[in-house]
């Protein structure tokens, strides 16, 4: 509060004209001519200190293998209140940029040539410099896509971090921002420390640092697009990229926003807000929203999470949910969730999935979801079925028909006959796609170790092969199995988190958290036999609960009930936001982190808006996938801007080049799918809804949580206060704690199963 007040003393002598720095030929921004435009001394102030041309302190550094420019970190925000973790960067080709301005006279004294160490400056910008990407899409210095990376894995802070290079030679502005997240603390001006980063704090430091690099933009500080956007990230970080796509601009968020200082967002005499800048006499809207939006095993809505997760496994009827108190809630949550999606009357229409989800023939339905319960018909899944059921076992059969459509871009893989020995180099030059799609259901391939297509696969384990999780994932750091799955009962455990993709990794900020609060932790577990470690009776649990989500109920200090910010569902299409124009969220078809029910839901939603959403659920593939078999953040970003801009070029995704040459393995180590998978036709396979479940529940690594983590595992502390960090917040799950009370306390804590 300290700062913002001498920031506003200051802003009596800033409140002047903007300073003149030229804007873009940005011709598609939303903006008006006006002569003269009033603004608060409050406002000056902000546009004047985040106007980079005013920064005197940034610096750009130069890397002659990528060829591109990277900014130092920066405010993105006028009031930080962390200010390591509400920073912003960006990394920017060279082919740009004609060089570096040091003494202010609009021209080029540090170039690439001449480079020689970090240098203070403003950029000079060519706008008819071109750059072809690698899929043959051409991009300008005012066209090029701005690359969001949202860190935030398990909803943590992430620090501020450099952008990286990744994406300069595509054309691609790339954005690396900090945020502040849960077990976060601050000190006030008396000294004393509170929680503090809980909802929305992390989705709204991304939301600034995006109108601070828009701002810019349109200032001609930066080059880029400010209408071409994406967002990406991966689990914590994938659910906040699909947040900022589904709450774009949103004045649900503005008083925190403006809380920050951001640019761009004020709030007028009448309560009113303005979501605009002056600049020359013209006037330029700024959204926090973005274009487009590539998830990868988003960890959202955490309002379904609960419900969605206890469900899929319930409908496995050989599951081990390890204590007899998990599997009866799970039961009643699945009732409860059943109520829930029939309660929201759903629909698809098939051509816009392109799927047969009614198997007629066609895909030009129209179809109504829903879940129906029958004991005896049922009988597979735990008695339940449906339409919706339909809808899901559709998308995990087209998922995988994907997988053995693309095996001809496996690179390096090793390929073995039906009696475990590896083809020579003729014989798998000679495999057709149908062989290998065979090949690949039989189990007979073993991925080479750069072809690694997953954060933590299924391994072993399917139905018919084992127990639940036999050969699953092992728990620990995402790369070494689903990140949720460390079993402990201590209360200051803490787990590494570290997040690894080949596309999005590097250009994520924050890559570790702590599993736990600053002050206690929680019995992290799968397939524990303990239901709690922190409470001894089950009247002690539900009054803990009912005590925190009536704090929630009640607001924070704006009214609002964060849970409910949280809930992308609430936004989508919601009047008062405005939608990405694509989404693609991609999942592991067998990770445990999240339900895929989850994904499901937000497509349904989001094509129900209008957006353009895919979900691919990556089969074979864990927590936070790579991207595979000639597909990647590229190819689709490039795929979509030739679909939505207007001559922009039509891409097509690369021909594939079979291998020639055999991998080195010296035994198979695929999963068998062969004893449930109908493979007759490899161009049209097909399974149960029950083999679908089973094969999920061996390859995830989580269970339904230990009953401390409930609330969706660690995500829970993303909704506390300033005095305790973790909180119970989910209501579902509280309306069946309480409506089956004397059922469920009975089992609580129990010794034995």
């Keep these: 509060m ?18 003149a720095c030229g804007t873009t030929d940005n011709s598609t921004s939303s903006q008006s001519e006006s002569s003269s435009t009033e603004v608060s001394e409050e406002q000056a102030y902000i546009e004047e200190a985040l106007n980079l041309a005013n920064n005197t302190d940034v610096t750009w550094s130069y890397d002659s293998d990528a060829d591109a420019w990277t900014m130092s970190i920066v405010s993105a925000v006028a009031y930080p209140e962390i200010e390591d973790e509400q920073g912003v960067s960006v990394c920017i080709p060279g082919a740009y940029i004609t060089g570096i301005d040091t003494d202010g006279d609009g021209k080029a004294d540090v170039t690439a040539d001449s480079y020689t160490e970090a240098v203070n400056g403003t950029l000079v910008i060519d706008y008819d410099a071109e750059i072809v990407s690698s899929n043959g899409q051409t991009y300008t210095a005012a066209t090029a896509p701005v690359i969001v990376n949202t860190g935030a894995a398990g909803y943590s802070s992430s620090t501020n971090t450099e952008a990286a290079t990744t994406y300069a030679s595509e054309g691609y502005i790339n954005m690396s921002c900090g945020n502040r997240g849960k077990n976060d603390t601050a000190t ?9 980063g809980d909802a929305p704090c992390c989705l709204v430091d991304q939301k600034n640092a995006i109108r601070f690099v828009k701002y810019n933009i349109l200032l001609g500080n930066l080059p880029g697009s400010t209408d071409y956007f994406v967002s990406t990230g991966g689990s914590g970080g994938g659910a906040h990229a699909t947040m900022v796509a589904s709450t774009g601009n949103n004045s649900d ?29 013209t006037t330029y809207e700024i959204s926090d929203g973005v274009w487009g939006c590539m998830a990868y095993s988003a960890i959202t809505s955490l309002y379904e999470a609960d419900m969605a ?25 699945s009732e409860e969730y059943m109520d829930y999606i029939n309660e929201q009357n759903l629909s698809v229409n098939e051509a816009d ?24 018909k049922y009988a597979d899944t735990n008695g339940y079925g449906g339409t919706y059921l339909d809808f899901y076992l559709a998308e995990f059969e087209s998922n995988l028909q994907w997988y053995l459509d693309n095996l001809d871009y496996a690179e390096d893989w090793t390929w073995f006959d039906e009696s475990g020995n590896a083809h020579s180099d003729e014989e798998v030059a000679e495999m057709t796609s149908e062989d290998k799609a065979a090949a690949f259901i039989e189990g007979r391939y073993a991925k080479s170790s750069s072809n690694g297509d997953m954060m933590g696969g ?39 988190r570290s997040f690894d993709n080949s596309d999005v990794a590097e250009n994520s900020a924050g890559d570790t958290m702590d599993v736990g609060t600053p002050d206690a932790g929680t019995t992290q577990s799968a397939g524990s036999t303990t239901d709690s470690a922190n409470y001894s009776t089950y009247e002690e649990m539900l ?28 936004y989508i299409g919601a009047d008062g936001t405005e939608d990405a124009t694509w989404v693609r969220i991609l999942c592991g078809a067998s990770e445990g982190d999240i339900s895929m029910f989850n994904s499901l839901n937000l497509q349904i939603a989001m094509l129900n808006a209008g957006i353009d959403a895919t979900i691919d659920w990556q089969w074979d593939g864990g927590h936070v996938p790579s991207e595979i078999l000639g597909d990647s953040l590229s190819y689709y970003v490039d795929k979509m801007y030739g679909e939505y801009v207007d001559g922009a070029a039509t891409i097509e995704k690369a021909e594939a080049t079979p291998q020639t040459t055999n991998g080195d393995a010296t035994e198979a180590s695929g999963t068998d799918l062969s004893s449930w998978v109908n493979y007759d036709d490899t161009s049209s396979v097909s399974f149960s809804l029950a083999d679908a479940v089973s094969y999920r529940t061996a390859g995830a690594s989580k269970t339904v949580p230990g009953f401390d983590v409930i609330d969706y595992g660690q995500e829970d502390y993303v909704f506390g206060n300033s005095e305790t960090d973790a909180r119970h917040w989910s209501e579902k799950l509280l309306e069946v704690l309480e409506e089956h009370a004397d059922e469920l306390s009975e089992l609580f804590n129990a010794t034995s199963n």
């Design 543 to 570: 009054e803990a609960y009912q005590n925190d989500i009536a704090e929630i109920e009640a607001g924070d200090k704006y009214g609002n009930n964060i849970v409910d910010l949280y809930n992308p569902l609430n």
């Design 2 to 19: 300290k700062k913002r007040i001498v920031s506003l003393l200051m802003a009596a002598t800033l409140a002047t004209s903007m300073a």
């Design 188 to 196: 006030d001006e008396d000294g004393n420390e509170y929680y503090t």
């Design 458 to 496: 299924p391994g072993a384990g399917g139905p018919g092969e084992g127990g639940p999780g036999e050969g699953a994932p092992d728990g620990g750091a995402p790369g070494e199995g689903g990140p949720d799955a460390d079993t402990t009962s201590d209360a200051e455990a803490s787990s590494d």
């Design 353 to 376: 999935v392109q799927l047969d989800i009614n198997g007629d023939g066609d895909m030009t339905d129209t179809i109504q979801l829903s879940i129906e319960y029958d004991s005896e």
């Design 309 to 333: 997760l206890a469900f899929e496994y319930y409908m496995d009827t050989d599951y081990d949910f390890g204590t007899d108190f998990k599997e009866q809630l799970a039961e009643y949550l």
């Design 253 to 281: 968020f503005y008083d925190y926003e403006i809380e920050a200082g951001a640019v761009g967002v004020y709030q007028n005499d009448d309560g009113s807000y303005s979501t605009s800048v002056t600049i020359d006499g």
